[in-house]
């Protein structure tokens, strides 16, 4: 395992690994993503394979352009405004998927393709570098918590990837966005930094995020339980006691152990840390004993419905 400074050279090696069919964890501007070249059957069965992730479940396919993802994807109406909007930035968009030399695994066999352009140049470079499209996944252990710095990629992954492209924390710190656009109607399939007013602000009709329950997912993604830490989480905790470890929002209680997500409860700094923050309590638990992180209520409006869902589905036992 090697970790490869972000450099023109560093850009150059790590397109040379996913070239000759390694794995290399790269920096985008939602979280770490865990890369294969999107052609390479060998390389994409050791993305599965290395995350434990259920062969059904489809990969993001990222590109460094609308025109690159045009050649893997048929864009209708709703998926070019949408594309138009947001990209290059943290919206993958599902749309039919065209013949190409994509490998079938990486989209689960469906008949659909999840297209991400980011906006982190550092994965533009590398794509374009590599002149070929990067699936990606969230690098980490299919269901548990996601990394969003290098630190936490490496003390996660560091025996099973062949690099990691330092590109710094994450800047956002949330997934993606992800929208359906592959029917008539398009579906919000994943809450994200892009909140589900801005979407309906540009789309002839308002969609609500269709966060569904287990039974019935649409993406396999959208598993109840998903993002899960070591310890148990309890949400919603007001009154921390000493003791206790608490992940608060707003200035930190004094004398109790813990982070607080935003001291001035600014939302989309409080995405940025969640999964950070979450890693770093997770230890403090387990020197702890493996006592419980209590997280207080986080306001769901904005990126804080995206915020709430994460938390959820960590805290699912
Ligand atoms: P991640 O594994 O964190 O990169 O998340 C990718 C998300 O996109 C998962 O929830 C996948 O299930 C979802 N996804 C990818 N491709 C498709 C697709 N063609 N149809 C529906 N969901 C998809
Ligand atoms: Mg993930």
Request: hydrophobic share 40%; with cysteine; proline share 6%.
């Amino acid at each position: 395992m090697k970790i490869i400074t972000n450099s023109v050279e560093g850009i150059k090696e790590a397109a040379e690994i996913l070239a000759g069919d390694g794995v290399v964890a790269f920096p985008t501007e939602t979280v770490y993503g865990l890369g294969a070249n999107a052609f390479s059957k060998e390389a994409v069965t050791k993305i599965y394979k290395i995350k434990g992730r259920p062969s059904f479940n489809p990969l993001i396919i990222h590109v460094d352009s609308y025109e690159m993802a045009r050649q893997y994807g048929v864009f209708n109406k709703s998926a070019n405004i949408l594309a138009q909007k947001y990209w290059p930035g943290p919206l993958t968009i599902i749309v039919k998927k065209r013949e190409s030399d994509v490998v079938v695994s990486a989209t689960a066999k469906l008949e659909t393709i999840a297209l991400r352009c980011p906006s982190n140049i550092i994965a533009r470079k590398l794509i374009t570098e590599l002149d070929k499209p990067i699936a990606a996944p969230s690098a980490n252990k299919s269901g548990k918590l996601t990394c969003t710095s290098p630190r936490d990629v490496f003390a996660k992954l560091k025996n099973s990837i062949d690099a990691i492209l330092d590109g710094g924390d994450a800047e956002l710190g949330l997934e993606s966005t992800v929208i359906d656009c592959s029917l008539e109607r398009p579906s919000i399939l994943r809450l994200g930094n892009i909140t589900s007013e801005e979407i309906n602000s540009c789309l002839d009709y308002s969609i609500a995020p269709s966060i569904k329950t287990e039974k019935q997912i649409k993406s396999p993604g959208q598993l109840l339980k998903h993002y899960s830490p070591e310890a148990d989480l309890i949400l919603n905790a007001n009154r921390p006691r000493q003791g206790d470890i608490f992940l608060s929002f707003g200035p930190h209680p004094k004398e109790i152990d813990g982070l607080t997500l935003t001291e001035s409860k600014n939302l989309v700094e409080a995405a940025k840390n969640l999964f950070t923050f979450l890693h770093k309590l997770d230890r403090l638990s387990k020197a702890k004993g493996g006592i419980p992180i209590k997280v207080a209520p986080i306001p769901t409006n904005g990126v804080g419905a995206a915020i709430n869902d994460r938390l959820i589905r960590a805290a699912e036992r």
